[in-house]
């Protein structure tokens, strides 16, 4: 009979709680977004967030098992993010987690945060090992070989900023609104990608690391030259910059993503298969050109529902699932880790972002 379990999440600004059968069901994915509360701060303040999760932990957790239509006791498992994050939040969680699971006597499993992510297409489309896995958000920008639930080989990463993070400050630098990624997206509709020649980072360096933050102060010093020139921007200017720093990071994306692929291709696997996760997975000139790589390399492209790509606590329950499965009891002792590698052979990356550690 499948299991049930219940997920936790709170390692960045959204609390979330979800019920996930072990047969790969979500009930149940309450998401509370704290965007409001840091808004007027221009970035995720960790201490605001902290309290928040506090705040919102325990009614998250009385919401999802109402909608999944199911109580505490007929829970089989809690899983929660034990890390990599902002420490404060992550704490908040484990703690919460630690007392439901006390006060219950149900098992309690500590989730990696990045497996979460990198594990949602084998719950959404029951991708099976070993993929390639592309994971771009706010904090996080890692390719991966997902060999199993707890069998992760990093090819690769930013060394300082992540996308997500390199298209708020962007927005910022050009007066647009917050969260950078879709605002910035709008206005390069309407630009010319080639009007300014923006670097790509470390794509002259073999290997699959990538650098974004030099990206925005090219960006930042070509919009200084044009305020110096002709006293402000003109809307055709915002699009012009967006596009050909969009154009910039699909670019390096693509091009660092076609590497790993060969590097993935010598696993030899049998259904070969390249997976998109995180916030940035919903750029859509991000995405395409990502799908013309797999096309080119005859991979299928797997992109989960955008609700499952960005945080949620539905992949945290998954993750549960699938070390359950395996007879993982997760990370031992259960503390809230700041950092925590998906793959400690590989050294670690630099640069700890607003989000949080990379990894
Ligand atoms: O995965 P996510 O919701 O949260 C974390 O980072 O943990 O990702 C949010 C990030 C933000 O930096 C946001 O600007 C970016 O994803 N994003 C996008 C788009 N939509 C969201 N970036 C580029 N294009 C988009 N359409
Ligand atoms: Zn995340």
């Known amino acids: ?3 049930l379990f219940l997920g936790i999440e709170s390692s960045c600004d959204d609390t979330a709680a979800a019920v996930v059968s072990s047969d790969g069901e979500i009930l149940s994915s309450i998401v509370v977004d704290q965007g409001a509360l840091h808004a ?14 506090t705040e919102k932990l325990d009614i998250a957790v009385e919401t999802a098992l109402e909608q999944a239509r199911t109580s505490l006791s007929q829970i089989d498992a809690i899983a929660v993010t034990a890390g990599p994050g902002l420490i404060g939040g992550v704490l908040s969680g484990v703690m919460c987690a630690q007392g439901i699971a006390t006060g219950t006597g149900k098992p309690l499993i500590g989730v990696n945060h990045l497996a979460g992510h990198a594990l949602t297409p084998r719950l959404t489309d029951g991708v099976v090992f070993p993929y390639l896995m592309l994971l771009v958000s706010g904090g996080h920008c890692q390719l991966l070989i997902v060999r199993g639930p707890n069998e992760f080989h990093r090819l690769g990463g930013t060394i300082d900023d992540a996308p997500g993070e390199a298209f708020d400050k962007t927005a910022r630098a050009l007066g647009l609104g917050q969260p950078g990624g879709p605002v910035v997206e709008r206005a390069a509709k309407s630009g010319a990608p080639n009007r300014f020649r923006f670097p790509r980072p470390l794509l002259d360096r073999p290997g699959c690391d990538m650098s974004f933050s030099g990206l925005k102060t090219a960006l930042i010093r070509e919009r200084d030259s044009l305020i110096t020139a002709r006293n402000g921007l003109t ?3 915002r699009a012009d910059l967006c596009a050909g720093f969009q ?3 699909a670019d390096v994306l693509a091009q660092k993503t ?6 993935y291709l010598e696993d030899a696997p049998a259904k070969p298969v390249i997976a998109v996760a995180g916030g940035v997975a919903a750029n859509s000139a991000i995405r395409a050109s990502l799908k013309t790589i797999a096309q080119y390399q005859g991979l299928q492209f797997v992109a989960p ?3 499952l790509c960005t945080d949620n606590a539905a992949m945290i329950a998954w993750a549960g699932v699938e070390l359950d499965r395996i007879g993982h009891k997760g990370l031992d002792p259960l503390i809230a880790r700041p950092r925590w590698p998906l793959d400690d052979q590989q050294p670690a990356l630099i640069g700890s972002g607003k989000k949080g550690a990379k990894a």
């Open 235 to 237: 809307e055709q200017d």
């Open 247 to 249: 154009t910039a990071v």
């Open 305 to 307: 529902p955008l609700a």
């Open 1 to 3: 009979m499948a299991k």
């Open 258 to 263: 076609a590497r790993a692929v060969e590097l």
């Open 40 to 53: 007027a701060f221009g970035g995720v303040v960790p201490e605001i967030a902290a309290r928040a999760h």
